[in-house]
């Protein structure tokens, strides 16, 4: 049974920064792409981020281009989100999850993934 646990969520005031991390255990962490997806009320569960098995390949979401850093440590088996420059609209409960497929290379489909954490909140205040 994979296990993913988030932490980093909080309040921070627009423009601040927070940084995400998800640390997995259960499965070899290292073999699989992972993902950072985000639920605001009332509104569905999207892709914010997502990174290859081997890091080498990321994917970001259009409205977070430029700000967010997604990266891994295969070594500590932890998944990071580095979040600069948040705004107001990045309110939303954080997820990490773990792609199925062997050796992915992370992608953007909630379909894709078959591990989640149980989420983490991030607040910005205007």
């Known amino acids: 049974q994979v296990q993913l646990v988030e932490s980093g969520g909080g309040l921070v005031q627009a423009g601040g920064s927070l940084r995400l991390s998800c640390a997995a255990s259960?499965?070899?962490?290292?073999?699989?792409?992972m993902g950072w997806f985000r639920q605001a009320p009332g509104k569905e569960r999207d892709v914010v981020a997502a990174?290859?098995?081997?890091?080498?390949?990321?994917y970001y979401a259009d409205s977070v281009k430029g700000r967010f850093t997604i990266s891994r440590d295969n070594a500590k088996n932890t998944v990071y989100l580095q979040m600069n420059s948040l705004k107001p609209e990045d309110t939303a409960v954080y997820y990490c999850?773990?792609?199925?497929?062997?050796?992915?290379?992370?992608?953007?489909?909630?379909?894709?993934?078959?591990?989640w954490g149980q989420g983490t909140q991030v607040t910005v205040s205007s």
């Open positions: 999850a773990a792609e199925k497929t062997l050796y992915g290379l992370g992608h953007t489909d909630l379909d894709d993934y078959d591990y």
């Open positions: 259960g499965r070899t962490f290292s073999s699989y792409a």
């Open positions: 990174i290859s098995w081997d890091g080498i390949s990321t």
